[in-house]
């Protein structure tokens, strides 16, 4: 075996320690994002779905509010979407998909409330998600 041969294989194992360090150092941003940004989102969204089905119970009168509430929700969510996994991301495309349906629709209490009942199943399925990530310490 040369030394060409012996500076071929260590190239090889530096580029593979390389991904390997790369991935590691990628997936532990993600937790540090995760816990620390996440929960302060899921406040947010908590909060807009409080304002949601408030103003679903006086539906007619609200139009203005519930579109201003859904809109502020839909930011919330396209920022929560780039910080967790991608099961995660495919449940709050679904939320998203459900607003732009209530949007493109003859908008009613009925899909306001279809709405609404989405975002808390998001949001219950991300606290359990973070209780998860409490035990994988």
């Known amino acids: 075996m040369g030394i060409t041969n012996i500076g071929s294989v260590a ?10 360090i790369f ?19 899921l406040d947010k969204l908590t909060k807009h779905a409080g304002k949601i089905s408030e103003y679903q119970k ?3 009168n609200s139009q203005q509010e519930i579109e201003l509430e859904l809109s502020k929700a839909e930011v919330v969510l396209k920022s929560l979407k780039k910080k967790v996994s991608r099961q995660t991301k495919s449940s709050i495309n679904n939320v998203l998909k459900t607003v732009k349906t209530y949007y493109n629709s ?7 409330w279809e709405v609404y009942v989405k975002i808390q ?17």
């Open 23 to 41: 991935l590691s150092l990628r997936k532990i941003r993600r937790f540090y994002v995760f816990t620390a940004r996440v929960p302060e989102l």
């Open 58 to 60: 006086e539906f007619s």
């Open 106 to 112: 003859i908008s009613d209490s009925k899909s306001l």
């Open 121 to 137: 199943i998001l949001i219950d399925e991300i606290k359990e998600l973070q209780l998860d990530i409490k035990w994988e310490r």
């Open 11 to 20: 190239s090889i194992l530096g580029l593979v320690l390389t991904i390997l």
